[in-house]
Nanobody, 125 residues
Framework: QVQLVESGGGLVQAGGSLRLSCAAS????????RGWFRQAPGKEREFVAA????????YYADSVKGRFAISRDNAKNTVYLQMYSLKPEDTAVYYC??????????????????WGQGTQVTVSS
């Protein structure tokens, strides 16, 4: 069984920064891409960022482009989401996800096989 565990969420003022981590453990699997999604109260889960495990190509939602940076540490099987210039509208539960093989596209939740439990990020104005 694969486990994804997020950490690093919390409360921060607008304009501040946070770094989220997502560590994978358990059964080993071949990773195609790792991603971050978020879900605000009353809204659907939305794509934030993704990174291909081999090659390191990155993808971002327009709403976070230029403010968030996704990276990975292959040796630690961990992906990070560095968030700068946070805004109140970034407030959400952030989920990391892992995918074994390409199916529909890295920005689609349907692409991913494994999900973490989520970590709360709250940005105060």
């Amino acid at each position: 069984q694969v486990q994804l565990v997020e950490s690093g969420g919390g409360l921060v003022q607008a304009g501040g920064s946070l770094r989220l981590s997502c560590a994978a453990s358990g059964r080993t699997f071949s990773t195609y891409v790792r991603g971050w999604f978020r879900q605000a109260p009353g809204k659907e889960r939305e794509f934030v960022a993704a990174i291909r495990w081999k090659g390191g190509s990155t993808y971002y939602a327009d709403s976070v482009k230029g403010r968030f940076a996704i990276s990975r540490d292959n040796a630690k099987n961990t992906v990070y989401l560095q968030m700068y210039s946070l805004k109140p509208e970034d407030t959400a539960v952030y989920y990391c996800a892992a995918d074994r093989d390409f199916r529909v596209g890295v920005s689609s939740a349907d692409e991913y096989d494994y999900w973490g439990q989520g970590t709360q990020v709250t940005v105060s104005s």
